[in-house]
């Protein structure tokens, strides 16, 4: 039996998922599973929430960079998954993230993070080129990531919450969800939005300054 604070994360996800495109929000929800730890402080009991946040990790950007959680702590980043030879919806997606980009990619406090699922063939060299035919010159703002492969599943299914695997019955052998994930400069998932959608990554779009404190 689920318990109520799961059933209840898991409740606030679908419903935002669901709000219409183009609402602002004063505040956004901290998505994906959360518990409530006892503790004392000053012979009282306090009740201490913690919230779902992103497990550790190490990849290797576009530049051969290593990016791990020291890279975008203190930093609002949209995460999202695909691969170089994805024939269904990754145009798609990179054409929807340039949007992200161009509004965003100016600001130090924004990143993106492209997590490759097929990483055999999306070397750092490939993943370099696909940057700078997307016009991404630098890594500064958007990294590419590449990396073991069953450590680019575990993350993106465990604390992404979305489809990231190999499948060989899936178009291109490769079985990924079109998400946009934001998540907070404390490794919060704050929104989940759909990545095929204009409608949807126009809520990101209105969403991330919410974050930023803009």
Not at 47 to 69: C, P, R
Not at 85 to 95: A, D, F, G, Q, V
Not at 182 to 188: A, E, I, N, S, T
Not at 191 to 213: E, H, M, R, S
């Amino acid at each position: 039996m689920r318990s109520p604070i799961l059933i209840l994360a898991l409740i606030s996800l679908v419903c935002y998922q669901c709000k219409p495109a183009g609402e602002k929000n004063k505040t956004l929800p901290k998505l994906g599973n959360w518990h409530v730890n006892e503790k004392k402080e000053g012979g009282q009991i306090v009740l201490d929430t913690v919230y779902h946040t992103i497990a550790d990790f190490s990849f290797t950007n576009q530049e051969g960079k290593t990016i791990t959680n020291e890279s975008v702590q203190g930093h609002v980043y949209v995460a999202d998954f695909f691969f170089t030879t994805c024939p269904t919806i990754c145009p798609i997606m990179k054409k929807e993230m340039l949007r992200v980009y161009e509004e965003f990619g100016s600001n130090p406090d924004f990143k993106i993070l492209s997590h490759t699922i097929d990483p055999k063939h999306d070397t750092q060299e490939v993943l370099q080129d696909y940057a700078q035919k997307l016009g991404i010159e630098d890594a500064n703002t958007w990294n590419f990531l590449t990396g073991e492969a069953e450590k680019i599943y575990e993350i993106g299914q465990t604390s992404y919450m979305t489809t990231a695997m190999e499948d060989q019955d899936a178009a291109g052998g490769f079985l990924h969800s079109g998400a946009f994930i934001l998540v907070d400069q404390q490794g919060h998932i704050r929104g989940v939005y759909d990545g095929t959608k204009a409608d949807q990554v126009d809520q990101l779009i209105a969403d991330i300054p919410t974050l930023l404190g803009k």
